[in-house]
């Protein structure tokens, strides 16, 4: 089973071309994946993505695949809905899914926008996983400090979760988000060495909660950068790594291999490739 998660910048390449059909090349070049996680997708944005609908664009590239795009951020301006968030691609079914708007408390000093976590619960070969794709604050620290929290949360409600009550699947109730194995993974604007890397990142909590699986296929290993590659105007710093993937630990145990192409330039973020075995 693959997973790939990309922040694909709108599909906006480093030479300040929007091509969508690019990063469904690169895509196929990695070989594909039966899951797919993409952040900054844009619609009706007319300086980003020049006032088209891209949640209907990636959706045709991907034909194979169920799409679920929901927004971090909606904007009714007359008849022009325009909205910005994350798309979760499956080639597995989709049972459940649930858009988590984070915490956004007040930054005056600094710019910034809606953050979300758009969750899809998939029936895969590995059983029901809860994939969460997300894309935190980039400039505000308090805001992505509160966005993790949440995040955290999330999963804990996750373990302590209760069975729900037997209902008819035709009713709201029947609604459960009470998987407790998950992935998580998108674009969290923070490298490895940010204080709040490790509340992400806690094998002492046990299998339950997230493992960072670049640490588990590469122990001992620096993180490979995911960002800042190509398009230094954007990352003066240069290559850093803010995109990652964590899993809960019966996840972990299945990892085959985790791989960043950091050759294509069809956005400013590199994507990263997570192979799991699936049991015989």
């Known amino acids: 089973m693959r997973l790939i998660t990309w922040n694909v910048q709108w599909g906006k390449g480093c030479d300040g071309i929007v091509d969508p059909r690019r990063i469904a090349h690169d895509v196929a070049a ?3 994946a039966d899951i797919l996680c993409f952040q900054e997708m844009s619609c009706r944005f007319d300086e980003l993505d020049g006032g088209v609908d891209q949640d209907r664009i990636f959706a045709e590239l ?12 909606e904007r ?13 691609f499956s080639r597995f079914p989709v049972r459940q899914v649930s858009n988590h708007l984070l915490p956004w408390p007040a930054a005056s000093s600094v710019k910034s926008m809606r953050r979300h976590a758009l969750e899809v ?9 809860r994939v969460t ?5 980039f400039h505000s620290d308090e805001q992505r400090r509160a966005q993790v929290e949440r995040l955290v949360a999330l999963q804990d409600e996750a ?5 729900p009550v037997k209902s008819s699947a035709r009713e709201p109730y029947a609604a459960s988000s009470l998987v407790q194995s998950a992935i998580l993974c998108g674009d969290f604007n923070l490298e490895p060495d940010d204080p709040l890397y490790n509340s992400l990142d806690q094998p002492e909590r046990g299998d339950a909660f997230y493992r960072d699986v670049w640490r588990l296929a590469h122990p001992g ?15 003066p710093k240069g290559p850093n790594c803010r995109d990652f993937v964590f899993v809960s630990g019966d996840l972990g145990r299945r990892i085959a291999r985790v791989t960043v192409d950091d050759q294509t330039s069809s956005s400013d973020h590199q994507p990263v490739l997570v192979a799991f075995r699936i049991p015989s």
Request: proline share 10%; aromatic share 10%.
């Open 30 to 32: 990695m070989g594909g």
């Open 221 to 235: 290993e620096p993180h490979a950068p995911t960002c800042g590659i190509f398009d230094a105007d954007q990352w």
């Open 121 to 129: 619960v998939i029936e895969t070969p590995l059983g029901p996983v």
């Open 159 to 163: 373990v302590r979760g209760e069975k």
């Open 76 to 88: 009714h301006e007359g008849d022009v809905v325009r909205r910005f968030g994350n798309m979760t």
């Open 62 to 73: 991907f034909p194979y695949h169920r799409s679920i795009f929901r927004p971090a951020v």
């Open 133 to 137: 794709n997300t894309h935190l604050e």
